[in-house]
Each structure stands twice: as C-alpha cells, then as structure tokens.
C-alpha cells in the first residue's frame, strides 16, 4: 500500500509547516513502537524543531488524536495535524454534523471556551503576533472571540491585522491611534494604455501640488460638512478643529499611500449576482481606479492619548468616559473618510485636468469655493467611489451574526450586543444599528468586493466577501477580512536589510522598468539580469523619503497571494480578480 501523504504544523504557529509520509506500514496503536504517532512526534522534533511533543491535533476540528481509532479515522491524504508541546489546541473547534443538520454555531461553542481563531497557513505569521493576539485576548475583560487574519503582524504592545470581539467593555488602545484608517478605491477616466510602461512614469510627474494644507480653513470645514446630499441643512459637522483639520486632504507618513491602479482581471461567477451597490459598486478589466489608503492623521492619535491617559486601557461600555470616546471615534471615522474623498479629489484634479468639478482640488489658498462648488466636487467623487471600509475602529453589532436578509432579525435571536475592535483588518459589510435602535435591523449584507493590496509595487486582489453556514455567518472571522498583505520584517530590519540589498541603487526601486514582470504582475527578474524571487512589480513610484522607500520595499510585506489563499481556504472570502499598480504615491519634499 502506498504511504499517507500528510502535513505537520505547529499548533502555536501554524504557519510553521512540513509535509511528511507515513508509510503503510506504522501501525494505527499509538503504544506501539512504530506507530503513526512516534513518526508524527519525531518528525516535529527534527523538521519543526519542537523538542517537547506531546499531543496532537487535528487542524480544523481540534479533536485530539489520543486513541488508535481517532489514529485510524483521521489518518489520511492531505491531513493537517498540529502538534503542540502541551498547551491546548489553539484555533476554532468545529463539530461534526449529519447531513441536513444546522452549521451555524452557537455563540459558546464558537467563542467563549476557546476564544481565539488563527486563519494563517500558507502567508508566514511571526508567533510573537500570536502571543500578543492570545495575550490580549485573555486577560483583558469582555474579549469572547479574537482572530488572527492572515496579515498579522506584531504591534508595540497589540498585534495588527487581529479582530477582537467584546461583550460590555471597549479597548482604545486594540485599534490604535489612526482612527479610520482605511481604503477607498475610485474609477478614473483613464485608458489603460495610458499609464503603462514608460506612460506611467510620465503620469507621475503630473502629480504635483498634493502636499501642504489643502485651500482655506473655511473649505475644509465645509467638506467636513455632514450636510446629507448637499442639502445645506444645519448638521452636525466632522471637523476635528483647525490643529487637526490642517491635514485634511493629505495622505501621511507610513505605510500610507494612493495608487493607480490597472484592473487585469475580473473573474465572472455567481458572487456577480449578490451585488446590491448596482454598476457602481463593480470593476472590469482594463478599467483605471485610484486606491486612497489614509486615515485621521493626528486627529486619531489625539483621540486615544486622551483616552488612555494613566494608562487606563478599557472601559465598561456603560461608562459615560466610554459613551464620550465613541462620539469622538464615530467623528474620527467620518473625518478619514472625508480625508480619502478629498485625497481622490486632489489626485482626479491632476490626472483628468479641464474636468469642471475637479477645478476644487487645485490648491488655491487665495479665495474660498462657494457652497455649490463644494456640493458639486463631493458628489462627484461619491459618484465615482466604488468601496470605502475604515480597518482601524468599533464597532457596536448584534451577535451572533445571522444569515445575510433585507427582513428584520428576528429580536429573539440576539443573544448579545458585542464591540468589533480592528486594527488592521477591513470589515466585510457596512455598520448597521444596535438592538437599542427604534426598528429591528437586517442582517448585514457583505460589501460585493473589498481590495486587499500588496506592498508598494505588488498587485491588489480583489475579494469578495462570504457569510455563509460554514463560516457562522461572519463569526469564525468576526466579520472581517485582512487588510493587506501585512509586514514580513519590522521597520527597523527592513530598513537595515534592503538598504543593504540595494545600496547605492535605491533609485532602483521607484522605477517601473526595473524588473520584467509576466502576464499576472509577477517579478521574473532584478535589475542588471539578477534573478529575483517572486514579488510583483512594475510600479513608477514617488517616494522621496529614502527611510520609506526602504522600509516600504516589497520584501519587507508577506506575499499578497498567500495571503488572499489563506481567506479562501478558511471560507471567508474569494478571490474574484486583481488589480496592478502603473503609479504608486507616497510623498514629495515639496
């Protein structure tokens, strides 16, 4: 008989793997002296370096293999089994079910006895992010479900591209100082021919005027109106106050960017005909958009220092402190999405000159826009806006999620009000009001597609969100979905490794022609012949701030395509087409 083909991984970095066979010949008795179980333990001890094995897990439904039928039943082609030094199984246990049995599961058995989710497998994830993940979610109070999307990465003291769910008590610090921060992406006028190969490049020296304080104070208190429609009624506005509102209109420092991207591919399929958000809400091939990822710039940062003073790091959601810090949040969210409009604005204004309501994008510090002209330019880029998620903030929602239905929820099925905390991960559906609303509310409605971009240079993939049986409707992901690729190596290593790699040509790395690439975007070759591994290029990049050309290279992120196969094998998204960047943003010393 031929051997079983099986993988090994580690149970507290499951992303740390090896494939192994196990000949038909070891015996199923796991007292025996060759048995599946001593070939397990001993090829975790010198493959995976675990010099303590002690149990083993199968992937997925946690069952522990400690008897010579569970070896029997379990042993088989393409298994997963985790090995672990003692600790318990870390992941999501699922239940077997009959045929025609429910699948959704139940908020216990989902999130309260084992409350953390690690999605990972095939994109590398640093196991000090999963003992941050684990850490914070068992010790701080409320925290009943905590996952690990595929991008994450290690925080100062939180992890990034982690989701925790709360029941009774917000935590400031899980999201951060960048209060919605996030990714909107906008169609151009563009052809695709136009921002090609060496057009591209040409493309970017027309992006000029893009730093600085955007017009007067009085237009950027306007655009941060909450008027509905344009409407002129008195509203509250999302002004931060002029310290703050200063920034409006620019992108930041970090991993920050707007990029222009070129649609390659759209793949037709059913997740087509779930799409409520009409044309708009779509992208084909060949189509030009412009990606904005930025957020709340100091105003965030302001936020939580103020929130956090004395180190306090949770409130009851009771609290009036807490009721106060959510007020601020929500106009935190708004003010960054305000902020991308305004960015998408500044860049159309340079990119489809001569069109009327871009003329408001033209930094013109001299006279003030009317009340019309500043209508008329935000509903412009709302009309050309295709998504906008926010992957740094709370939010209040039922629990456990339902299925997808524009009828109302049944008010006995909630069982509990909960707080979403992301950092670093895009939730999948718009937010949706409380149980405390005056009507009971649908259940959420995934957004038809989300972008899940690379490192600078590298293609975005086009997801499509999934709420189905299999994944408890949203709950084994929190209803959320990685933000990006997320960080392979720190600022700091990055810095120092990839200036070293190309010292004396950092140059090298904001050209478009600097390495050949294939049909799907990936990198065949470095500059000079050198042969290059598989990163995905061909982006003319601005970026006169040589500490983030370095620390922004392409090989300091995780591989993107990893990265996207790991949402599809968990179920929670599908990959349903790519985008390339021609032009990549980031600063100019102007």
């Known amino acids: 008989m031929p051997s ?7 149970n507290s970095n499951q992303s740390q793997k090896c494939p192994i066979l196990i000949p038909s010949s070891a015996s199923f008795s796991p007292s025996d002296p060759i048995s599946c179980r001593s070939l397990v333990i001993k090829a975790a001890q010198s493959k995976l370096r675990l010099k303590k094995a002690l149990r083993v897990f ?4 946690g069952q522990e293999l400690l008897e010579e039928t569970q070896w029997r039943r379990y042993m088989e082609d393409d298994v997963v089994l985790l090995v672990s030094a003692g600790e318990d199984y870390v992941g999501t246990k699922k239940e077997e079910t009959s ?13 309260l006895g084992n409350p953390v989710y690690i999605m990972g497998n ?15 979610a068992r010790t701080l109070p409320g925290i009943i ?40 992406w906008y169609k151009t006028k563009l052809s695709a021919s136009q921002v090609q190969g060496d057009k591209g490049k040409k493309v970017a020296e027309k992006l000029r005027g893009l730093e600085g304080a955007w017009r ?13 429609a344009c409407s002129g009624e008195e509203t509250k506005s999302a002004t931060a106050g002029e310290e703050w509102d200063a920034a409006l209109g620019t992108i930041g420092a970090g991993n920050h960017f707007a990029e222009i991207q070129v649609v390659e591919e759209v793949l037709a399929g059913e997740w087509q005909n779930t799409n409520h958000h009409g044309e708009q809400g779509m992208l084909h091939e060949n189509e030009v958009v412009l990606l904005v990822h930025s957020g709340s710039r100091g105003y ?3 936020i939580l220092k103020r929130y956090t003073a004395n180190d306090q790091t949770s409130m009851r959601a009771s609290n009036p402190r807490a009721l106060a810090y959510l007020t601020e949040h929500d106009r935190a969210c708004t003010w960054a999405s305000r902020n991308r409009d305004l960015i998408a604005l500044r860049f159309l204004a340079c990119l489809e000159p001569g069109e009327e309501h871009w003329a408001l994008g033209i930094n013109d510090t001299q006279s003030t826009s009317s009340a019309e002209q500043t209508c008329a330019a935000f509903q412009s880029i709302q009309a050309r806006k295709v998504v906008d998620i926010c992957h740094n903030s709370v939010e209040r929602t039922h629990w456990p999620p339902t299925a997808p239905s524009s009828a109302p929820i049944d008010p006995s099925s909630i069982t509990h009000e909960v707080y979403i905390h992301r950092k670093g ?3 999948i559906a718009p937010p949706l009001p409380t149980p405390s609303s005056p009507a009971p509310a649908p259940a959420p409605t995934p957004l038809p597609l989300l972008p899940l971009p690379g490192s600078r240079g590298t293609p975005t993939l086009i997801l499509h969100p999934l709420l189905t049986p299999t994944n408890g409707f949203g709950a084994h992901h929190a209803l959320s979905l990685a933000h990006g690729a997320g960080r392979a190596m720190s600022r700091a290593k990055a810095l120092a490794l990839v200036a070293e790699k190309y010292a004396g040509r950092a140059d090298d790395l904001l050209r478009g022609d600097f390495v050949k690439i294939d049909r799907r975007g990936n990198k065949r070759a470095g500059g000079g012949g050198e042969g290059g591994r598989l990163v995905h290029g061909g982006t003319w990049v601005v970026c006169e701030d040589k500490a983030l050309v370095w620390e922004e290279a392409p090989e300091a992120y995780k591989d993107v395509w990893a990265v996207g196969d790991d949402l599809a094998d968990a179920g929670a998204a599908e990959r349903v087409g790519w985008c390339a960047g021609r032009v990549s943003y980031k600063v100019r010393r102007e």
């Open 58 to 61: 199968v992937a997925g439904t």
């Open 425 to 427: 991960a895009a939730p």
């Open 216 to 228: 007067t104070r009085t237009d950027r208190e306007a655009w941060l109106s909450e008027s509905s």
């Open 99 to 111: 045929p025609g049995e429910n699948t959704t599961p139940d908020l216990d058995s989902l999130t």
């Open 122 to 136: 095939k994109a590398y994830i640093d196991p000090l992010s999963i003992t941050q993940l684990e850490t914070t």
């Open 4 to 10: 079983t083909r099986i993988t090994l991984a580690l």
């Open 145 to 184: 479900h905590a996952v690990a999307q595929p991008d994450l990465h290690p925080g100062t003291k939180f992890p990034i591209g982690a989701v925790f769910v709360s029941e009774g008590w917000i935590h400031p610090p899980l999201i951060g100082g960048d209060i919605g921060c996030g990714m909107a």
């Open 300 to 302: 965030g940062g302001d």
